[in-house]
């Protein structure tokens, strides 16, 4: 979990809007102590260089709370891990009171990566991708190719992006106030693992079927 202290927060508070605003290059150290009232030194302090606080502005940005990993007691099915997993994953997107600038960074970086995107992958998104892999993987029949697994377990996590990155068309397509209804962590997460068991199913029935035919050929 993030722990920062005052100075600390207020810089990644203020830098993370400025680089929304203006990306990486435009934005300068110059503006972001004006903006946080702090000294040069303080992003020193505390970041090393303007690379490193817009790396932590993005880690902070995608995960405001820290990285939580799962440890289910044994014989814990696959079925609860998934929603479990799904819930924590939606309750983290779908906050409406978090800072614009957050979901602003993230597009930006998303749009065009940088040094920032491989420490997210390598510090938050990897360990939880690898706990979503193995819950797919074990709902999957043995045997099932790792691109097919990998695939499955992708599908789960853009039904969550859909509703953190993708709002503003969601918004114009169905109406604010019908597409805010539909923001609710436990109305989202019942459908996408709705939809996600019942893909991986087909997914099985269709790696069965082709094993079978494989064996009767």
Not at 104 to 133: D, G, K, N
Request: include cysteine; charge should be neutral; charged fraction near 20%.
């Amino acid at each position: 979990m993030f722990e920062l202290d005052d100075t600390r927060q207020k810089l990644i508070d203020c830098a993370g809007q400025i680089f929304s605003a203006k990306g990486f290059e435009a934005a300068t150290v110059r503006e972001v102590c004006q903006a946080a009232g702090a000294n040069i030194a303080a992003i020193h302090y505390h970041f090393g260089d303007k690379q490193r606080l817009y790396i932590e502005c993005v880690k902070y940005a995608h995960c405001q709370h820290g990285m939580t990993l799962f440890d289910w007691p044994q014989g814990t099915s696959p079925q609860h891990r998934l929603t479990v997993l799904v819930t924590h994953m939606l309750t983290m997107m779908v906050a409406t009171d978090r800072p614009a600038w957050q979901i602003e960074l993230m597009v930006r970086e998303l749009a065009r990566p940088t040094a920032a995107c491989r420490a997210l992958v390598e510090e938050f998104i990897s360990p939880m991708f690898t706990q979503l892999l193995a819950i797919v993987s074990e709902l999957l029949p043995a045997g099932t190719p790792l691109l097919t697994r990998q695939q499955t377990a992708f599908s789960v996590v853009a039904q969550c992006l859909l509703y953190r990155y993708h709002r503003p068309i969601g918004q114009l397509l169905i109406g604010e106030e019908q597409f805010q209804h539909l923001l609710h962590v436990d109305t989202v997460a019942k459908q996408v693992i709705a939809f996600s068991l019942g893909g991986i199913r087909e997914c099985a029935r269709q790696y069965q079927s082709s094993t079978a035919e494989g064996a009767a050929s």
